[in-house]
């Protein structure tokens, strides 16, 4: 979508009926382009129509996100101005479109959120159920001067950040599940996504993707495949996405910053502290191969550290883990 049908959404903001003459007026264009943005915004379920489709409103109460207030709100944490924060209404995929400005130029800082994702994806090309204005989708770009091997443990390291933004917020209780979920009473929250573009040995730029459930929708969430959680769910108080998001900016900005001098190393302990998986007995899958153990935790690298059961200590790099349920 375009920001002109921002513009209309923030017109709507009051959840009160407006006529495309109306919004048409308050935005000095014609009718005709009105009514052309306010359907498109109708078949994403945004808007309701009455009047014989002459007046729209909001079909539900919406907290859109404000490039304005989310840069207020870094401001007042002491925040410098060093990001790029552009905010879609709808895209396929904010790790796509934050991958592609990456590959067309330097683009380190770039923060790109939208209110809906058509296609978001989770780790291996899982979908990322992504309802409009519901939700926190995010992506960040940073340049790193060395390739891939200088990035060993971000994932894990992002997740430090995103459990100290929700920490800052008052949620409770935060788990890191590895490699990269956010896990809250024993149900998935969010989850970070990883992507790295450059040559294996020189400079190189990572996609950081970060989602996290704020007010899942009930139509959407039953077509999650795992038990999850959202912050309505948690939270007495509402928690404002524009506020979550600066948190989160201000949070995983400073990890970024620091990770290439200092690596994973420097955050093993508090990742430790969270660990949801640490002495479960997990099956993990790799390459086809399923092997069962108890997770001993993980090491200064990232890499996952189990016992299996032939008494052997195993550590692995990547796979889909769970933990092992006896019936």
């Known amino acids: ?125 899982k979908n990322w159920i992504s309802p409009f204005a519901s939700n926190i989708y995010m992506s960040v770009v940073w340049d790193f001067p060395k390739g891939a091997e200088s990035t060993q443990g971000l994932s894990l390291a992002i997740g430090v950040g995103v459990r100290r933004a929700l920490l800052a917020l008052g949620i409770k209780d935060v788990q890191l599940k590895w ?30 993707g970060i989602g996290v459930n704020v007010s899942m929708p009930d139509s959407f969430g039953y077509k999650i495949d795992q038990d999850w959680i959202d912050l309505s769910q948690i939270s007495k108080a509402i928690i404002s996405r524009d506020e979550l998001c600066a948190k989160l900016i201000a949070n995983i900005f400073k990890i970024l910053k620091n990770f290439y001098d200092i690596g994973f190393p420097a955050y093993l302990y508090e990742w ?34 189990m016992r299996l059961l032939s008494g052997e200590e195993q550590r692995f790099v990547g796979g889909e883990i769970s933990v092992r349920i006896d019936k």
């Open 1 to 125: 979508m375009s920001d002109l049908q921002g513009k209309i959404l923030h017109i709507l903001k009051d959840g009160k009926h407006h006529s495309a003459a109306s919004i048409s007026i308050k935005l000095g264009i014609a009718i005709s382009i009105v009514e052309k943005y306010v359907m498109q915004l109708k078949s994403i379920g945004a808007l309701t129509s009455i009047y014989g489709q002459a007046e729209f409103k909001l079909a539900v109460s919406l907290d859109l996100l404000s490039k304005q207030d989310i840069t207020d709100y870094l401001a007042n944490e002491g925040i410098t101005p060093d990001y790029n924060i552009k905010i879609f209404q709808s895209l396929d995929s904010t790790n796509r479109y934050a991958r592609e400005q990456a590959e067309l130029s330097a683009n380190s800082g770039l923060v790109v959120l939208a209110e809906q994702q058509t296609a978001g994806r989770g780790r291996r090309g």
């Open 179 to 208: 490699p990269n979920d956010i896990f809250v009473n024993n149900r998935k929250l969010g989850g970070i996504l990883i992507e790295i573009i450059g040559a294996p040995n020189g400079a190189c730029s990572v996609i950081v």
């Open 272 to 305: 430790q502290d969270a660990d949801f998986l640490k002495n479960k007995v997990c099956i993990i899958n790799v390459s086809h191969e399923s092997k069962t153990g108890t997770v001993l935790g993980v090491d200064d690298r990232g890499a996952l550290r």
